[in-house]
């Protein structure tokens, strides 16, 4: 087999890089042919896109967390546009990120104990198609939200920014920084009026705090919003979050380790009023709000369309993956 590794160097804090040999090694011992690039260079796109053009790979290895998976699928998917006569690799996701959404919603091991079997599931997993949300020309495989979590993520990242100037950042879990950023941003203005379209169909029009659209499971990390979701159904999963209120106690009882029965218990009240599947969904504004997508922050918009492209990307997942 002969893939192409893509790896994020600051991927768990910069620790990634303590990986390197026995990621070789691994390489190796599986006959797996890699080249290894490295992402965080400018160009690296268009690194890729003539690494693609010039030989021809099985599989794009995605090496970090969702915004790695991210940026390496739009890659992927745009060199597949311009090249419709190439065969598409299947992408293959290593998880070495803080999140983690989209691994653990496929059931993929994670970390770096876990490496061999990432490895191994290379060459033995299963073929499954993996459809995709779309907004805006983007793809995203995790969650696309508006609202409070964008801006929680822009404290986070201002946060981490500052941070990195002291040792004292490798001692801080990614996790404390991210609650920091929450408490931030849940004492900033974070509700603005919204009308939400299902499939062509007014469903809300109100107070918004919050959207979550989901095309993965897992949220957050830890957080399982939307139980119905899953990655080949053709559906995107919609949560709605009206206050802070509501935000800190709908996220306590998505807390996935809590026992099945709180979670289902919390399911069936608010099933139909805050949670929708849907193909398409229109989101439009009062003014601009902020937006991330897979972790990545995007400029603030009013009118947001969301789609769903079936199947567009082939993963490698374990006999139990999603």
């Known amino acids: 087999m002969k893939v192409v590794a893509c790896y994020n160097p600051r991927a768990?804090?910069?620790?990634?890089?303590?990986?390197?040999?026995?990621?070789?090694?691994?390489?190796?011992?599986?006959?797996?042919?890699?080249?290894l690039l490295e992402i965080c260079d400018t160009d690296f796109n268009e690194t890729l896109c003539r690494k693609l053009e010039s030989e021809t790979f099985d599989a794009v290895v995605g090496i970090g967390g969702d915004g790695t998976h991210f940026h390496l699928i739009n890659t992927l998917l745009r060199f597949g546009k311009s090249h419709p006569e190439r065969p598409q690799p299947r992408y293959v996701f290593l998880p070495f990120g803080t999140g983690n959404n989209i691994a653990k919603s496929l059931r993929l091991k994670l970390g770096p104990r876990n490496l061999p079997t990432a490895i191994a599931n290379l060459t033995d997993g299963i073929d499954k198609k993996l459809d995709l949300g779309t907004w805006s020309g983007y793809y995203f495989a995790d969650a696309l939200s508006v609202g409070l979590d964008a801006r929680i993520l822009h404290f986070r990242n201002q946060m981490s920014e500052r941070l990195?100037?002291?040792?004292?950042?490798?001692?801080?879990?990614?996790?404390?920084?991210?609650?920091?950023?929450?408490?931030?941003?849940?004492?900033?203005?974070?509700?603005?009026?919204?009308?939400?379209?299902?499939?062509?169909?007014?469903?809300?029009?109100?107070?918004?705090?919050?959207?979550?659209?989901?095309?993965?499971?897992?949220?957050?990390?830890?957080?399982?919003?939307?139980?119905?979701?899953?990655?080949?159904?053709?559906?995107?999963d919609i949560a709605l979050i009206r206050s802070r209120v509501e935000y800190v106690y709908r996220f306590v009882f998505a807390y996935r380790h809590l026992p099945s029965f709180l979670r289902r218990l919390f399911v069936s009240n608010h099933s139909g009023n805050a949670w929708i599947q849907a193909r398409h969904v229109e989101m439009l504004v009062d003014g601009p709000v902020p937006v991330q997508i897979d972790g990545e922050l995007f400029p603030n918009s009013s009118t947001f369309r969301v789609g769903v492209a079936d199947g567009a990307v082939t993963v490698k997942v374990g006999t139990d993956g999603a």
């Not at 804090?13 to 042919?33: C, I, K, N, T, Y």
């Open 164 to 236: 990195q100037k002291y040792a004292l950042r490798r001692l801080v879990h990614a996790y404390i920084i991210y609650a920091l950023a929450t408490v931030r941003a849940m004492f900033s203005k974070c509700r603005f009026r919204m009308e939400i379209r299902v499939d062509g169909k007014r469903w809300y029009e109100g107070s918004v705090a919050d959207v979550i659209v989901n095309n993965t499971r897992i949220y957050g990390g830890e957080f399982d919003l939307t139980p119905e979701c899953r990655t080949d159904d053709g559906l995107l």
């Open 12 to 35: 768990r804090g910069g620790r990634f890089q303590r990986e390197m040999p026995r990621l070789r090694a691994l390489f190796e011992e599986h006959s797996v042919d890699a080249t």
